[in-house]
């Protein structure tokens, strides 16, 4: 008697628990796959991956859910009860347990391949040492999936991440400068030139200014690397997730 008890809640307790987690998907569609996708393959966090780097415990995942990454483009949930914050976390979870904690490829030889052949640290910073002509990479693993990174390296204009403008000034002396747009004004722009230099431009100086909105400044890569260097590669990028 007590056996068949146990039985019938297990089951009322699983289907229960299979009923939270399809709210929760429900809840992930409308709120969150616009920028994460399936998880694996938005524009944003790649979210299948049993460590978050934000989120390392149950609460600290809530807690980005409810007020978002501040400084980033995860934006805090909007009109959401702490209950459906609670069911759309479980199904964040859920990904993360069926998720590939590898990919394929070859991570050292990727790593080589950034270094050397890709030239890739020439603009790019990992753990605090490399170039400053495009963002930092330290954490790249953790904030995109795969098939991103893949774009990023093989069609950089079509995936653009913000802040990276490259400007083209030319002076009344002749002279040109180029350099990525760190600030401008009505009056001023300043740039950092492909040596790291800082420079600041009055726009009175200058007679021509032209600005790579829709181009980004990073090669393209796509004839560069065979098809097995590009996975080692990503599978490279794939893995960096911080300090660990
Ligand atoms: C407007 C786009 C956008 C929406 C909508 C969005 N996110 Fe994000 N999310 C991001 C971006 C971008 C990041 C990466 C932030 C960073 O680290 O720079 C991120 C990061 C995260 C992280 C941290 C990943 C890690 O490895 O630590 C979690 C967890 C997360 N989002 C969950 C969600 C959930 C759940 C929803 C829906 C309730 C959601 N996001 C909605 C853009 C979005
Ligand atoms: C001349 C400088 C330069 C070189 C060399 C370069 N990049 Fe970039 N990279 C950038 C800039 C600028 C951006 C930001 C604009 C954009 O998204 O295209 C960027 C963006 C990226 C992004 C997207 C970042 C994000 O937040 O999604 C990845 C990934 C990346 N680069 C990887 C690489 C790899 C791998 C290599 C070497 C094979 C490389 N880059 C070489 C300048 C460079």
Redesign the pocket.
């Known amino acids: 008697m007590r056996l068949t008890i146990l039985g019938l809640w297990f089951a009322v307790a699983l289907s229960a628990q299979d009923q939270a987690s399809s709210e929760g998907q429900k809840l992930y569609q409308f709120h969150c796959a616009f920028c994460h996708g399936k998880g694996d393959d938005g524009m944003a966090a790649n979210l299948v991956t049993p460590n978050l780097v934000h989120a390392p415990t149950d609460s600290s995942l809530v807690n980005i859910i409810r007020n978002g990454i501040p400084g980033s483009d995860m934006p805090p949930a909007l009109g959401m009860s702490d209950a459906e914050m609670l069911q759309v976390a479980g199904y964040v979870r859920t990904l993360g347990r069926t998720a590939p904690t590898s990919i394929a490829g070859n991570a050292s030889k990727g790593k080589a391949l950034?270094m050397g052949k890709?030239?890739?640290a020439?603009?790019?910073m990992v753990q605090g040492s490399g170039g400053r002509?495009?963002?930092d990479?330290t954490q790249?693993g953790a904030?995109?999936s795969p098939s991103n990174?893949r774009t990023?390296?093989v069609d950089?204009s079509a995936?653009?991440?913000g802040g990276?403008t490259m400007v083209h000034v030319t002076l009344k002396s002749g002279t040109k400068v180029h350099g990525?747009r760190l600030n401008e004004d009505n009056f001023y722009i300043s740039l950092r030139d492909g040596k790291g230099k800082m420079q600041t431009v009055a726009k009175a100086d200058a007679t021509k200014i032209d600005r790579d909105i829709t181009k980004?400044?990073?090669?393209n890569?796509e004839k560069v690397f065979t098809s097995d260097e590009m996975t080692d590669?990503i599978a490279y990028?794939f893995s960096l997730r911080g300090a660990m």
């Open positions: 950034y890709g030239g890739c020439g603009c790019h002509m495009g963002p990479l790249i904030m995109r990174l990023s390296i950089p995936s653009m991440v990276w990525i980004s400044s990073m090669p890569y590669l990028l």
